[in-house]
């Protein structure tokens, strides 16, 4: 049926009942209303078309695209012609070797490729004291690439790979480390990050040293690696970045305390501002944060190796938004100066790397650890890493 | 002593009502819907075959399924034997299976029951005959109206059409799966009363003195009429009654056939045959929603992309992909419902990839269904005709119904008998309540 007879029926019902003139009017008329704002909505969209402004946006998603193709093609260590063949074949077939990173505040690297009979990772020698801060741990495949945040909230991007390698057992002094990115003056090394995970991820999560945190999207990422810049993620002057992690938006995050308070945090809740999320003592201050994974248990290390557990279902999640969190350490022993170095969300089969005041790195297993309550070391704990077990996430 | 109620089992609409000697009370068994006292005789069937009926199974089918994904998987379904001139073979036969598919929503019950050659449905893994789904949705209701009461439910009314069918076996055979679909559901005494003459004891409440009626009972899937003396219980009589396979569905198709299809390319577009198959199957309650297979889909997919009508060709998609199927048919319900008052309305659907708009009138719509007055102007004057009177002695003519309230069909009674003699009832609870009146004496 045309139109014209359509029309011409519209005109038969007015005729026939006058009353419906006035509604059919109505109904057109709020008709032509709604088509003039969609077609001022499609005029829009020509003129961003026209002007160029959508094929930036699309440019802009192609690029962020290909940056996170060529991140899988260097975890499955695929060139191009590969992974048209299948990705997803090779998975299985690659065999890659995991790399501990041991790094400081001052830019300084080591890495130890790991294996199963490696329980002494090596001695540093001289550069450590309790005052300063302590050199940190990252478990990553050796193919893998990181991302490395430095306290102004520069940030850069580095293959584990192009790290020299040091032998496992050894003893080192920090003028034999690498230093992929130097700090610019002013500046230092906040943490470095594992970015495989990229293209599974819906935000960076940053948490500053003050408990301030800020998540990012991972959409971001590629104006944020070419202005190579994140942010801090603190507000206040003293502080600065603690620890980046990428999260999906179900995830459920926690930090611990050096002062031993537990703060769990569901990501969705969290705010793309800096916002701060615990209240903390003057003397207090963020050392371990991880996201939670059902089958993991939460192991807090004080400074004389004895290990606190909790489980995943003790923690909760908290709402408002300055907590005190959850209280760890009685305050008898707060008193007595107890204190955690660092804290882990561990499986039983995952290994924990122990820094101890000598400089000695060894490894234990967290099952052990956690059984018997404490950990073996030269002197006080000055920190601690996970190095997650075949098949665990790093 | 056992309770008895009145069950309206309609096709579109479902009613329970109690009758205690002097006053009908219409039990609230649907509280999402707008009128409480009326249930969509809908039942929605989860994969888990957990079973909801009304409001809540629209409402649950909605959230499970508008816009959700699809996989489909190849099934076997059964086996063909081929036979040529001197060769014969088997060959298996396989279907596509939707295996996110989260439920079954299934209306038109009632219709189902009066189906010739209709046995049930599968759905998932089970076989539901059309007495099982009766069962489960009368079940239920007893449930619910127990519930109001606070005590149990022994015996039931149930209201049926004068005619189920035109053919006597399936008329019976129909009954009787109601029957057997009450039974099961829990009733331990289950009997009948023709809807219209349920109407029209329900009318009869309201007479001071005798009167001769034709109860003019316009539903969603059956017209019935009965000429009938009423005001006396004692002298009460029917004298003819009669039906014909004429109601609200069939307007509703006619609307989609005349008015939607069009905005599918129909009589605008020269579609692909296959198109053209899916296209006219869009009216089929039935047929629409087995469209959605992944052949058919590449099938629109290509026209699309070959830039044959894409929009209307993707609208189609959308209609057939995105459950919306159920919605679309209650627009156009929608639409016919509000003509009843207003001159003109709109049938409008907006959603992912498809939107329709049609300003539709009543002219348009009487002249769409003009076809039926004329069979359901002989339908009634053969009964009235067989009742022995001539239309200048009937008294009343009491419509119920949801369709009896079409303006056509209103004048088409006051041509035939006068205005002053055309009575509107309730159209939702007269014959629930006629039904109630006839339980509980």
């Keep these: ?22 509604t059919i009017v109505k109904l057109i008329a709020k008709r032509l209303r709604e088509l003039t704002e969609r077609n001022e909505a499609l005029l829009a969209e020509n003129i961003a078309l026209e002007n160029g402004t959508r094929v930036d946006e699309y440019r802009k998603r192609i690029a962020h695209l290909e940056y996170q193709l060529d991140l899988l093609k260097r975890r499955f260590n695929a060139d191009e012609e590969d992974l048209r063949v ?21 830019g300084k690297f080591f890495r130890v490729e790991l294996s199963d009979e490696i329980s002494e990772i090596g001695q540093i020698q001289g550069g450590l004291s309790v005052e300063m801060e302590p050199p940190r741990f990252l478990a990553v495949p050796s193919n893998g690439e990181v991302l490395l945040l430095f306290s102004s909230g520069r ?9 020299p390698r040091a032998e496992a057992g050894g003893a080192w002094t920090w003028e034999q480390a690498s230093m992929p990115d130097e700090p610019r003056a002013g500046e230092t090394l906040s943490c470095v990050a594992p970015i495989d995970a990229l293209p599974l991820s819906d935000f960076f999560l940053q948490v500053s040293r003050r408990g301030y945190v800020k998540k990012t999207m991972t959409s971001m990422v590629q104006s944020i690696l070419s202005n190579h810049y994140l942010g801090k993620g603190a507000m206040q002057k003293s502080d600065q970045p603690f620890d980046l992690t990428l999260t999906r938006k179900t995830d459920r995050f926690a930090l611990v305390t050096y002062e031993g308070h537990l703060l769990g945090l569901d990501v969705d809740d969290l705010s793309y501002t800096v916002e701060g999320r615990i209240r903390l003592t003057a003397t207090d201050y963020v050392v371990g944060s991880f996201l939670m994974r059902p089958d993991e248990s939460l192991l807090c290390v004080t400074q004389a190796g004895k290990v606190v557990v909790r489980e995943q279902k003790e923690i909760e999640i908290s709402k408002s938004p300055l907590a005190k969190g959850q209280p760890l350490i009685p305050p008898s022993r707060l008193g007595q100066g107890v204190r955690f170095m660092g804290a882990v969300a561990a499986r039983d089969a995952d290994k924990i790397a122990v820094l101890d005041a000598e400089g000695r790195i060894r490894l234990h297993i967290a099952e052990s650890m956690r059984g018997a309550g404490t950990v073996e070391a030269q002197g006080l704990v000055l920190s601690i890493g996970r190095i997650p077990s075949e098949g665990g996430r790093p | 002593m056992s309770l008895k109620v009145g ?21 609230p068994v649907d509280p999402k819907n707008v009128l409480p006292e009326v249930i969509k005789t809908v039942l ?64 038109y019950l009632k219709t189902a029951l009066r189906r010739d050659g209709y046995q049930g449905t599968k759905i998932f893994e089970r076989f539901f005959s059309v007495g099982d789904l009766a069962k489960i949705y009368l079940a239920m209701l007893k449930r619910r109206a127990e519930s109001v009461l606070g005590e149990p439910i022994q015996a039931v009314t149930l209201g049926r059409p004068v005619k189920f069918s035109e053919s006597p076996e399936l008329d019976l055979k129909a009954q009787e799966t109601l029957r057997q679909a009450a039974l099961e559901a829990g009733f331990k005494h289950v009997d009948f009363e023709l809807e219209p003459i349920a109407a ?69 577009v020269k579609h692909h045959p296959e198109i053209a198959e899916m296209v006219h199957a869009v009216p089929d309650w039935m047929a629409l929603p087995e469209l959605g297979t992944p052949v058919n889909r590449n099938i629109l997919e290509k026209a699309i992309q070959a830039k044959i009508a894409p929009v209307r060709l993707k609208a189609l998609e959308g209609l057939i992909y995105n459950d ?30 498809i939107a329709l708009w049609e300003l539709y009138t009543r002219h348009q719509f009487e002249s769409d269904i003009q076809h039926y007055v004329a069979d359901v102007e002989k339908v009634l004057l053969d009964t009235v005709a067989r009742s022995g009177l001539e239309p200048g002695q009937i008294d009343a003519v009491v419509k119920t119904g949801g369709s009896s309230n079409i303006p056509l069909f209103t004048a088409m009674l006051a041509r035939l008998f006068g205005q002053g003699k055309v009575k509107a009832s309730n159209a939702f609870s007269s014959v629930v309540a006629g039904l109630a009146i006839k339980a509980g004496r």
């Design chain 2, 200 to 268: 029209a004891l329900d009318y009869e409440q309201t007479l001071t003195k005798p009167q001769n009626a034709i109860i003019f009972d316009f539903g969603g899937g059956t017209l019935d009429i009965a000429v009938m003396r009423l005001g006396d219980p004692r002298q009460r009589e029917v004298y003819a009654s009669g039906g014909v396979d004429i109601a609200g569905s069939d307007f509703d198709r006619t609307i989609i056939e005349k008015r939607m299809l069009p905005h599918f390319g129909d009589g605008q």
């Design chain 1, 86 to 106: 299948d990705v997803a074949a090779r998975t299985g077939e690659t065999s890659t070797t995991t790399s501990l990173l041991v790094y400081n505040a001052r």
């Design chain 2, 7 to 27: 069950i309206d089992f309609g096709t579109s609409n479902s009613g329970v009502a109690v009758y205690d000697g002097q006053h009908v009370r219409l039990l």
């Design chain 2, 324 to 353: 919306l199927a159920f919605t679309f048919y209650n627009r156009v319900e929608a639409a016919k419902i509000a003509l009843s008052d207003a001159g003109a309305t709109i049938i409008n659907m907006e959603d992912k990839d």
């Design chain 1, 155 to 163: 940030v850069s991007t580095y293959a584990v790979s192009n790290l």
């Design chain 1, 1 to 22: 049926m045309s139109f014209h007879n359509k029309i011409d029926e519209w005109i038969q019902e007015a005729e026939a009942r006058p009353e419906s003139a006035l």
């Design chain 2, 44 to 107: 929605y069937i989860t994969r888990d075959y957990r079973c909801y009926v009304g409001q809540e199974a629209v409402e649950t089918y909605y959230r499970d399924n508008v816009n959700r994904q699809r996989r489909y998987v190849k099934q076997w379904a059964g086996e063909i034997d081929v036979y040529g001139a001197d060769m014969h073979y088997v060959r298996d036969i396989y279907v596509y299976v939707d295996e996110l598919q989260p439920g079954r929503l299934l209306q």
